[in-house]
Every structure is written in structure tokens, then in C-alpha cells.
Antibody, heavy 118, light 106 residues
Framework: EGLLVESGGGSVQPGGSLRLSCAASGFSFSFTWMHWVRQGTGKGLVWVSGVSADGTTARYADSVKGRFTISRDNAQNTLYLQMNSLRGEDTAVYFC???????????WGQGTLVTVAT | IVLTQSPGTLSLSPGERATLSCRASQGVSSTYLAWYQQKPGQAPRLLIYGASGRATGIPDRFTGSGSGADFTLTISRLEPEDFAVYYCQHYGSLWTFGQGTKVEIK
């Protein structure tokens, strides 16, 4: 079972930027898709973005396309999410998740809170 | 693909059977249907993948089934630790979650 630890969350004004990181250990990071999933307070889970094992293929939810960029450093076992042009509706806990069998998410971090407000 | 879960809330007593539904807006491959459990303040935990495969360490009281557009998660006898929110999730061209079903103590 893998360990995922997110960092980089915080408070930012609308229009601002943040970069989230996810440090991975306990599994072969460079062989698996990695994802970001978010959850607003009292709300459900929403998939945000995913990146292929080699980092060449990225997928985004329509709500963040053009504003967020997912990337990874396989040498450092780290996943990133660069978030630009942030909006109030981006306020959420952001979870890092390991892509698993048959499109599922095998392991999850504990999440990092992003708050977008004036 | 939109996943609609029902009911929104299920009020049951420990020892009872829970039946949770997940309906897709169109037929989907059961190969890529998963279920998660989430407790307050915790990250989600994978229960079921491929519609019916149990993830590592998941008790056999959790059973996934279904095909086409209709999927079910059944908890045969609720234990106190099973009261939580459950989400279904599908992978097609992108990844999608249902809105969740809360299983609460009656």
C-alpha cells in the first residue's frame, strides 16, 4: 500500500495561483497514473486531473481545463498541480490519488485545503 | 457520463442489510466501475473495482454487482464502522463520481 502526502494548500485571492505537491512512497510511482480529486466542504468527490505514468498524457475536468496543469517528477516521486486563475468555486480539499486497477483509485493522501477568497 | 446514486441517505440499524444504487446516464462498461467509502475527516477508501472485485483487505460483507447502466453495492450486515458515505465512480474517457449515499444509524 502506498503513502501519499499532499502539501501546498492555503488561502489565496481570486485570480491567484497555488502549486500543490504530492510526495509518494511505498509503490512504483513511475509506473502508475496519478490523479487529483477535490471535495468542497460538505460536498462530494470531483475528479480534477490525471497524468500518465511517463507524464506525457494529461487529462482535465472541463471546470479546470486551461487553468490547472498537472505534472510529475518521477525521479523525485512527486506529483504536482499548478493552479492559476483561481476562483471561489475551486475552494476544496484536494486529494492526491494513485491510479489503480481498472480505472479506480487505489490509494489516497489525506488532502490539502485550498481556500479562494478575498 | 453522469452517475446518479440513490438513495441520498439510508437510515439503518447495525446488523441490517444495506443496498446502494448507482445508475449511469448511459450504458457503461462494468469493467471500470468502482465504489469507495468515506468517513468524516478521512480520505476515501477503495472498496470495489471492476464492479465486483474487492480491494485488498475489504471484508466479504461488501459485495458489488451490476452491469449496463445499473450497479449495486450491498453490505450484507452493517457493522458500526460501516456508517459512512459511499461513492460510485466510473472511468470512461475521463473519471466521474456519483454524488454519494450516506448510510446513517437509525
Amino acid at each position: 500500500e502506498g503513502l501519499l502526502v499532499e502539501s501546498g494548500g492555503g488561502s489565496v485571492q481570486p485570480g491567484g495561483s497555488l502549486r500543490l505537491s504530492c510526495a509518494a512512497s511505498g509503490f512504483s510511482f513511475s509506473f502508475t497514473w496519478m490523479h487529483w480529486v477535490r471535495q468542497g466542504t460538505g460536498k462530494g468527490l470531483v475528479w480534477v486531473s490525471g497524468v500518465s505514468a511517463d507524464g506525457t498524457t494529461a487529462r482535465y475536468a472541463d471546470s479546470v481545463k486551461g487553468r490547472f496543469t498537472i505534472s510529475r517528477d518521477n525521479a523525485q516521486n512527486t506529483l504536482y498541480l499548478q493552479m492559476n486563475s483561481l476562483r471561489g468555486e475551486d475552494t476544496a480539499v484536494y486529494f492526491c490519488a494513485r491510479g489503480g486497477r481498472l480505472g479506480s483509485f487505489d490509494d489516497w493522501g489525506q488532502g490539502t485545503l485550498v481556500t479562494v477568497a478575498t | 457520463i453522469v452517475l446518479t446514486q440513490s438513495p441520498g441517505t439510508l437510515s439503518l440499524s447495525p446488523g441490517e442489510r444495506a443496498t446502494l444504487s448507482c445508475r449511469a446516464s448511459q450504458g457503461v462498461s462494468s469493467t471500470y466501475l468502482a465504489w469507495y467509502q468515506q468517513k468524516p475527516g478521512q480520505a476515501p477508501r477503495l472498496l470495489i473495482y471492476g464492479a465486483s472485485g474487492r480491494a485488498t483487505g475489504i471484508p466479504d460483507r461488501f459485495t458489488g454487482s451490476g452491469s449496463g447502466a445499473d450497479f449495486t453495492l450491498t453490505i450484507s450486515r452493517l457493522e458500526p464502522e460501516d456508517f459512512a458515505v459511499y461513492y460510485c465512480q466510473h472511468y470512461g474517457s475521463l473519471w466521474t463520481f456519483g454524488q454519494g449515499t450516506k448510510v446513517e444509524i437509525k
